[in-house]
């Protein structure tokens, strides 16, 4: 090895993944999201935001179960309400209780949408069985 090799290997600094219970051998990994006119509109973490949201009741709730800032949720929200065809979350303005949000049956349509695409995915990509198939082991 070179000592610019060497330099190099030193310098580069394994994912957090790997310490924990790494598989051997090669393993697959995907990640799926959703554009409208080249903006973002559904990936893994609205989803997740929308799921919270949907459990919680709450915006300011569901961003911290996800360590997120309240304007970064705030954000996301308001970027897939203006690109979806229906608000996917309403915001209720409350008074000394505080408010509260609500997933639409657009936002829940949304969610199942995507999970649906993504298990698509993960059998096209033999990494979930076809429905009615059981797992490899």
């Known amino acids: 090895m070179t000592d610019q090799e060497d330099a190099e290997t030193k310098n580069v600094r394994k994912p ?47 961003a911290r179960s996800m360590n997120l800032t309240y304007a970064n949720a705030w954000n996301w929200i308001k970027a897939m309400n203006k690109l979806a065809p229906f608000p996917l979350v309403e915001k209720m303005v409350g008074g000394s209780g505080g408010g509260h949000a609500m997933l639409t049956l657009e936002g829940q349509k949304a969610i199942r949408q995507f999970q649906l695409l993504h298990h698509k995915q993960d059998r096209a990509l033999g990494l979930a069985p076809a429905k009615n198939q059981p797992a490899q082991p």
């Open 16 to 62: 957090s993944r790997f310490g924990r219970h790494p598989e051997s051998g090669y393993t697959v990994h995907t990640s799926l999201w959703l554009e409208k006119d080249g903006e973002l509109y559904l990936g893994g973490g609205r989803v997740m935001l929308l799921e919270r949201i949907g459990q919680l009741g709450s915006i300011a709730a569901a």
